[in-house]
């Protein structure tokens, strides 16, 4: 039974960092690819992220590139997202993601993920 549980979030403040975590289970967690989208309130989904099974290759929404950075351990079966210098438009869910396929390049289809987190919550407020 596959299973993804995100942890982490919480309430920051503008120009706060938080780190996401997503403890994997149920599959081989090493040759899989990962991501994080995000769902703000009353939007729809929004692809942030995504690694490939190595974890050498990653891929960042424009939004949030250079101010978050996805890592995987794969030892750990367990996935992150540092999230730096936050602000409001960030608040949002983010959901942990799986792609059984590996691959190097920006997925935003979500039916090409086989998997989804339940997701956690953040929010950027003063």
């Known amino acids: 039974q596959v299973q993804l549980v995100e942890s982490g979030g919480g309430l920051v403040q503008p120009g706060g960092s938080l780190r996401l975590s997503c403890a994997a289970s149920g599959f081989t967690f090493s040759s899989t690819a990962m991501g994080w989208v995000r769902q703000g309130p009353g939007k729809g989904l929004e692809w942030v992220s995504n690694i490939n099974a190595r974890g050498d290759r990653t891929n960042y929404a424009d939004s949030v590139k250079g101010r978050f950075t996805i890592s995987r351990d794969n030892a750990k079966n367990t996935l992150y997202l540092q999230m730096n210098s936050l602000n409001a438009e960030d608040t949002a869910a983010y959901y942990c993601?799986?792609?059984?396929?590996?691959?190097?390049?920006?997925?935003?289809?979500?039916?090409?993920?086989?998997?989804w987190g339940q997701g956690t919550q953040v929010t950027v407020s003063s």
């Open positions: 993601v799986s792609r059984k396929k590996d691959t190097t390049e920006v997925i935003t289809t979500w039916s090409e993920y086989d998997d």
